[in-house]
């Protein structure tokens, strides 16, 4: 549980094992870390052949530490480790953290080593950071068992990292920025402990106002996926995920897999869980910062105040693209400004008070925009000047904030001479930027977490009508086999409740028309073969088969034309299939993610699904809201309203079918991928006119 991770942030006692006196080696920096900050409990470094390194006692084994001591942190070459874990169980020791490398991430001998030490932690009911990480830090407890030199500033954001040298890279840059952190994790290869761990820990943590994250993988997907769904509705995550695009993605055979990029999976479960995605490390920080100290938007309307235009037109720019619009300010306002700014100042939003303007103007600009009704947050722009004090204006922005509940950001362009006034914004809880692009992606951020607050806990759907057992008779009569076609495929549909255009499976010619007389004319053919996924590629559909005849010689020409084409084919027959009336044409598929499992696509369907491109992703299990968002999100929901006066179709038949699929592939994990496109959608209801399912 998240409390027993207390030991690797606010310990009564820490040792050091592999402490060195040498002040160019890595344990050397830990032992000294671990005395600056104002840590107060313990701290004992283990070296055989020291009686005292910093001042410090030096005990010969971690057997000789007397309490209180609840952590170990080892710095010692690979396989030494094994042991030293053994001994740090026998004396009690339920908290590692292990700094060394030489594990997984160096081939299949550390890999097996990382598994023994696995092993070891789990017989002694033992917890475990890294191998292979930089350690932790806590702002509060004065814990620091880093080698990185210097700390941030005290603050409320939590920063959890499974890359040590962005870790690193990342407490160096924020020292000089005032950006302030109550922890800090460095996980590395993360044998035990895993971002999830961390977030679930800082969740709790009283000084941690929002969780930064930085991951390259996330293991345990639907996990991580729970886990966030509880966190976020009262404290924010913020994440930057690395390789998010499609490079090394695996081959797939499916409209699905293919459309489904690697970066899909992470994209739906951080929109279902409230997750915010930062693009880079500097928007993790930049947005970070704003969610812990001001309060959050109650809509999209924005003023700017600034001193010059073309910062103001970037920023305006950005707004747009995040979502957020200028503000309409009301006549009031504007009346009021223009009687006491530069004559030639535009009032009507941005607020140009022109390059001279002095704080004092800063300051009565801005109280005049806060208490517009029409303004939901403000963005104060200050170009320097020579005799404008940046430190000035800064301290009029903090006053007039102080007393509002609406967010103010701010730009200050440039860096020599804003320093001073960076850290007085900083160190009030008001956010500095240096560029007029920032504060619209920050403020998109935010207005994003204030939306995610009012919508509904996740509730889980409970269907009717689903046939769980026949499924699972015709999954199992398949095993071995690649996948199903669609003769295969439609009772798997059917079992669960997925409505399916009238068909039969046919065997000859003679077959084929006794079966479209019984359906009724017109009708469509499609072959069946496990070795043709795309029917329309090979001349393998006929449509508008208006009788017996017609069926009967369809039958034969498409068996000799794809024999001939394709001689290596197997070719088992085809589908016969009443015509279905038109409708919208879409696609719904599924494709198994291998970190968060079943990812649910939604899009135009139709042999142009690829060409498009228009697609949406969320992983199940979905709410009905999910399944209704992921519609909207594309263009062919906006088919699906009724665009232009088109009739619109049933969407909840559509939402309907989305949640039978997902549940479809959670209940069982050896489909890996499968799609009804296309999925005909009327007025009233929906029909799958074709379908299949890829075996794993």
């Not at 104002?38 to 009686?51: C, F, L, R, S, T």
């Not at 030199?149 to 409320?156: F, I």
């Not at 994440?239 to 695996?250: E, F, I, Q, V, Y």
């Amino acid at each position: 549980m998240p409390h027993g991770l207390r030991p690797f942030f606010a310990p009564q006692g820490v040792a050091i094992i592999g402490a060195s006196a040498a002040p160019n080696k890595l344990s050397y920096g830990i032992l000294r870390n671990m005395t600056l900050y104002g840590y107060a409990g313990q701290v004992a470094p283990v070296n055989p052949k020291a009686d005292e390194i910093l001042g410090l006692k030096c005990y010969p084994d971690i057997a000789s530490v007397p309490d209180p001591l609840e952590l170990a942190v080892i710095v010692l070459p690979a396989p030494t480790i094994p042991a030293t874990l053994e001994a740090c169980g026998q004396r009690g020791i339920r908290s590692v953290i292990i700094i060394s490398g030489g594990f997984k991430e160096v081939g299949e001998e550390g890999a097996a080593l990382e598994k023994q030490i696995l092993e070891i932690a789990a017989r002694y009911q033992m917890r475990l950071i890294g191998p292979n990480c930089v350690g932790t830090l806590d702002l509060y407890s004065g814990l620091n068992t880093t080698f990185i030199q210097g700390v941030p500033e005290k603050g409320s954001i939590g920063f959890i990292s499974q890359s040590g040298a962005v870790g690193g890279g990342v407490v160096d840059y924020i020292r000089n920025k005032w950006i302030g952190f109550s922890n800090f994790a460095s996980l590395g290869n993360e044998a035990d402990l895993t971002e999830t761990d961390l977030i679930e820990y800082l969740s709790q943590d009283e000084h941690t106002r929002v969780i930064a994250v930085y991951v390259e993988m996330i293991r345990d997907g639907q996990r991580f996926m729970q886990v966030a769904r509880r966190v976020t509705p009262h404290k924010p995550i913020v994440l930057l995920k690395a390789g998010r695009t499609s490079a090394g993605a695996r081959a797939v055979s499916s409209h699905t897999g293919s459309l489904a990029g690697s970066h899909a999976a992470y994209r739906a479960v951080f929109q279902q869980s409230g997750v915010i995605e930062a693009e880079t490390v500097s928007d993790l920080f930049d947005i970070s910062m704003a969610l812990a100290h001001q309060p959050l938007p109650k809509g999209n309307r924005v003023a700017i105040i600034t001193n010059a235009g073309g910062p103001a037109a970037l920023l305006s720019d950005s707004l747009a693209e995040h979502g957020l619009q200028i503000a309409d300010l009301q006549e009031e306002t504007r009346t009021v400004l223009r009687g006491r700014l530069n004559p030639a100042a535009q009032v009507a939003n941005p607020i140009d008070m022109l390059g001279g303007a002095e704080p004092p103007e800063y300051e009565f600009a801005l109280q005049l925009a806060l208490a517009d009704p029409n303004v939901d947050a403000a963005v104060v722009i200050l170009v320097p000047q020579a005799l404008v004090n940046p430190v000035e204006v800064a301290e009029k922005i903090i006053q007039v904030s102080a007393s509002r509940q609406k967010p103010v950001l701010t730009c200050f362009m440039g860096e020599w001479s804003i320093e001073k006034a960076r850290q007085r914004l900083h160190t009030s809880g008001i956010p500095m930027y240096v560029f007029p692009e920032i504060p619209g992606r920050v403020l998109g951020a935010m207005l994003q977490y204030t939306r995610r607050q009012s919508q509904p806990a996740f509730e889980a759907v409970e269907l009717e009508g689903i046939d769980r057992s026949t499924a699972e008779r015709i999954l199992a009569q398949a095993a071995g086999q690649p996948g199903l076609g669609e003769a295969q495929t439609r009772p798997v549909f059917g079992a669960y409740g997925i409505p399916l255009v009238a068909g039969e499976a046919v065997h000859s010619p003679e077959q084929a028309a006794d079966a479209a007389v019984r359906l009724g004319f017109p009708v469509a053919l499609k072959i069946i073969s496990p070795d043709i996924l795309h029917k329309s590629d090979v001349g393998g559909i006929h449509l508008h088969l208006n009788d017996a005849q017609a069926v009967a010689d369809a039958y034969r020409q498409m068996m000799n034309s794809i024999a001939e084409r394709l001689p290596q084919a197997r070719l088992e027959g085809a589908m016969v299939e009443r015509m279905a009336d038109k409708g919208a044409e879409v696609i719904i598929g599924m494709r198994r993610d291998p970190n968060f499992g079943p990812l649910i696509m939604f899009g135009l369907g139709g042999i142009y699904v690829e060409l498009f491109g228009d697609v949406s992703f969320r992983v199940a299990p979905l709410t009905r809201r999910e399944a209704l968002d992921m519609i909207h999100q594309t263009h062919a929901g906006k088919l699906l309203s009724g665009f232009r006066g088109e009739e619109p179709g049933d969407l909840q038949a559509v939402v309907d079918v989305i949640l039978r699929l997902s549940q479809l592939a959670l209940d069982f994990p050896q489909i890996a991928e499968m799609e009804i496109n296309p999925l005909r959608v009327y007025r009233r209801g929906a029909l799958a006119l074709d379908g299949r399912i890829i075996l794993a």
